[in-house]
C-alpha cells in the first residue's frame, strides 16, 4: 500500500517572505516522519491570478490551464498542511485566492495549520480560516502557531524549538491516523 501524499502549501507569495524557511521545517520533520510521500507547494510558483474562471468550482468546467494544473496539483493530495502568514488579523490573499479556485480537489482530506506573525503567533489567520475549511470537508487534525519575535528565522532557516517541533508531530500523527479512512471516503463519494 502506497503512502497517503501529504502537501505542505506555502500560502505567502510576497517578496522577503520568510514562509518557504518554515515550510521547509515542517517538511523536514514530515519526511522525517516517514508516514508520507510529501511534497513542497509554493503558490509564488503556481503563480494563480485573481481568480478568474467563468464557471463555479463546483462544477469543475475549468477552462484555464493554470486552474487545471492547479486541480491536478490538489487532486492528487490526501492531506495538506497549510503555512501561512497573519496579515492584517486573517490570512492572506493568495491563500484565499489558491482555495477560492477548486472545491471538490479539497474535501475529505486531512489539514492542518501552520501560521506565524507576530505576538499574535498567527492565531487570527486560523481561526478566520476555520470556516472555510470546515464548508470545503476538510478535516481539521491540529495547528501550530509560531511566534516570529521569540522563536525567528535566522539566515533563512526556521529550527523551531521542543514546544513547536511537538505541535508538528502531532499534527504528523493525527493526519497519518486519519488519512486511510477519509481516503475510503473520497473513494465513495467519487463513484
Known amino acids: 500500500m502506497s503512502k497517503p501524499v501529504l502537501q505542505i502549501?506555502?500560502?505567502?507569495?510576497?517578496?522577503?517572505?520568510?514562509?518557504?524557511?518554515?515550510?521547509?521545517?515542517?517538511?523536514d520533520l514530515a519526511v522525517a516522519d516517514g508516514?508520507?510521500?510529501?511534497?513542497?507547494v509554493d503558490l509564488a510558483k503556481v503563480?494563480?491570478?485573481?481568480?478568474?474562471?467563468?464557471?463555479?468550482?463546483?462544477?469543475?468546467?475549468?477552462?484555464?490551464?493554470?486552474?487545471?494544473?492547479?486541480?491536478?496539483?490538489?487532486?492528487?493530495a490526501d492531506a495538506i498542511v497549510f503555512v501561512i502568514p497573519e496579515y492584517n488579523h486573517s490570512y492572506n490573499a493568495a491563500t484565499k485566492n489558491a482555495i477560492d479556485y477548486l472545491n471538490h480537489e479539497w474535501r475529505y482530506k486531512?489539514?492542518?495549520?501552520?501560521?506565524y506573525g507576530g505576538v499574535a503567533m498567527g492565531v487570527r489567520a486560523i481561526q478566520a480560516l476555520k470556516p472555510i475549511f470546515m464548508a470545503l470537508r476538510l478535516f481539521y487534525c491540529?495547528?501550530?502557531?509560531?511566534?516570529?519575535?521569540?522563536?525567528?528565522?535566522?539566515d533563512g532557516v526556521f529550527s523551531g524549538n521542543d514546544v513547536l517541533n511537538?505541535?508538528?508531530?502531532?499534527?504528523?500523527?493525527?493526519?497519518?491516523?486519519?488519512?486511510?479512512?477519509l481516503k475510503t471516503i473520497r473513494d465513495a463519494h467519487s463513484s
Open 9 to 27: 502549501i506555502i500560502g505567502s507569495t510576497r517578496p522577503g517572505r520568510v514562509g518557504p524557511s518554515i515550510a521547509t521545517w515542517f517538511y
Open 35 to 40: 508516514s508520507f510521500e510529501v511534497e513542497l
Open 47 to 76: 503563480n494563480l491570478p485573481l481568480f478568474d474562471e467563468p464557471k463555479h468550482p463546483l462544477l469543475r468546467s475549468y477552462e484555464h490551464e493554470h486552474t487545471k494544473k492547479w486541480s491536478q496539483t490538489i487532486a492528487r
Open 110 to 115: 486531512s489539514l492542518g495549520l501552520v501560521s
Open 142 to 154: 491540529g495547528e501550530v502557531t509560531i511566534p516570529l519575535p521569540t522563536v525567528p528565522v535566522v
Open 166 to 181: 511537538a505541535g508538528a508531530k502531532a499534527i504528523l500523527k493525527e493526519i497519518a491516523d486519519v488519512a486511510p479512512a
